[in-house]
């Protein structure tokens, strides 16, 4: 199970850190993603982490303003986001993909993930 928190109302330009929390004790076997869906788009590959946390991969739209790190000790992976933009809105989803081991081409696409959470709400006003 995985259990998003974080999510918020935030101004143009500000930050916001989203947490996901996973249940189980295999937490650093997985690659962890993070996606996001604005309303009547489709939902988006925003990066992924790697099973050490010793590498990243991100979207072009998020490069250079959101970073990705976790604790394996807690179960844990986070998304930091910055100078947030206005088309940054959008229900946030932690996925985890038990099965390929590293990050791929493929860990921008959801169907490599096998686990998701229920989404946190991001809402970045101007």
């Known amino acids: 199970q995985l259990v998003e928190s974080g999510g918020g109302l935030v101004q143009a330009g500000g930050s916001l850190r989203l947490s996901c929390v996973a249940s189980?004790?295999?937490?650093?076997?997985?690659?962890m993603g993070w996606f996001r869906q604005a309303p009547g788009k489709a939902r988006e590959f925003v990066g992924a982490?790697?099973?050490?946390?010793?590498?990243?991969y991100f979207a072009d739209s998020v490069k250079g303003r959101f970073t990705i790190s976790r604790d394996n000790a807690k179960n844990a992976v986070y998304l930091q986001m910055n100078s947030l933009k206005l088309e940054d809105t959008a229900t946030y989803y932690c996925?985890?993909?038990?099965?390929?081991?590293?990050?791929?081409?493929?860990?921008?696409?959801?169907?490599?993930?096998?686990?998701w959470g229920q989404g946190t709400q991001v809402t970045v006003s101007s």
């Open positions: 996925a985890a993909d038990r099965t390929t081991g590293g990050l791929t081409y493929y860990s921008r696409n959801g169907a490599t993930y096998d686990y």
């Open positions: 189980g004790r295999t937490f650093s076997n997985y690659v």
């Open positions: 982490i790697n099973r050490s946390g010793s590498s990243t």
